[in-house]
């Protein structure tokens, strides 16, 4: 897999996550949520994300 299809998976899993999480622990989870989509949206204008950062470090293809 490449890194945009890594990124898209685990920006689903932790939005998902934190959505499980709000309902059967705390809703301070969605917080959480939020911080994802906000990254999301400013990685749209910036053309930088923390997590492609650290997934091309840990040698995922760009493809």
């Known amino acids: 897999m490449t890194v945009n299809r890594y990124l898209r ?3 689903g899993f932790f ?3 934190s959505v499980v999480l709000s309902q059967v ?4 989870w969605l917080y959480f949520t939020g911080f ?11 053309n930088w994300c923390p997590m492609i950062t650290i997934l091309r470090k840990l040698g995922v293809a760009d493809g």
């Open 9 to 11: 998976l685990i920006a």
């Open 36 to 46: 994802v989509g906000l990254n999301l949206f400013q990685s749209a204008f910036t």
């Open 25 to 28: 622990h705390s809703p301070n």
């Open 15 to 17: 939005i998902m996550l």
